[in-house]
Structures are given as C-alpha cells and as structure tokens.
C-alpha cells in the first residue's frame, strides 16, 4: 500500500499563493506518474495537474495553466503544487493520487487538504 498525505492548505484572500505538498510513503516504488485533484462544494472531482515520475512532462487543466505550477523530488517521494493568483473558484479541497501505470486509474488517494480562497 502507498500512504499519500497532503499538507499547505489554509485560507487565503484572492490574488494571494499557496503551496501544497503530498508526501508518499509506504510501498514506494517508481509508478508512472503522480497528480492533484480538487473538489469544490457541491461539483464533481476534478484534474488538476500531473507529472510523470520518469522525466518532468506536466499537465494542466485549462483552469490552473499559467497560475499553477506541479513540481516533485523523486528522492523525498513527494509532489508539490505552487498555487499563485488564487481566485475563490479554486476553493475546494485538493487531493493528490498516485497513477500506478500508463492508462489505468488514479490507485492511491490522500485524505485531501482544504484550500479556501476569499474575495
């Protein structure tokens, strides 16, 4: 089993940064990629960013590209999310996962950390 645990969350005014990190533990090993996710209240989960594990290719979703930036160090098997021009339609609790291999489902989830931003 991998253990994920988020912290950095808080409360913000808008236009205000914040940085989360998701520290793995566990049965690490070299899995295909790792990814936030966040959920407002009341909406669906939704993608956030991910990176691969092997190399440093990114993804963003068109919300967050350009004001969010997914980082990670292998060696500390942690991911990190650098928030920047925070608005209050990013209020909602982040989660990173773990994507064990190419084209399968997010296997391993974290309890989520709340992120609220004010006008």
């Known amino acids: 089993q991998v253990q994920l645990v988020e912290s950095g969350g808080g409360l913000v005014q808008a236009g205000d940064s914040l940085s989360l990190t998701c520290a793995a533990s566990?049965?690490?090993?070299?899995?295909?990629?790792m990814g936030w996710f966040r959920r407002a209240p009341g909406k669906e989960r939704e993608f956030v960013a991910s990176?691969?594990?092997?190399?440093?290719?990114?993804v963003y979703a068109a919300p967050v590209k350009g004001r969010f930036t997914i980082s990670k160090d292998n060696a500390k098997n942690t991911v990190y999310l650098q928030m920047n021009s925070l608005k209050p339609d990013d209020t909602a609790v982040y989660y990173c996962?773990?994507?064990?291999?190419?084209?399968?489902?997010?296997?391993?989830w974290g309890q989520g950390t709340q992120v609220t931003v004010s006008s």
């Open positions: 996962a773990v994507q064990v291999a190419v084209g399968t489902e997010y296997a391993y």
């Open positions: 990176i691969r594990w092997s190399g440093y290719s990114t």
């Open positions: 566990g049965r690490t090993f070299s899995w295909y990629a």
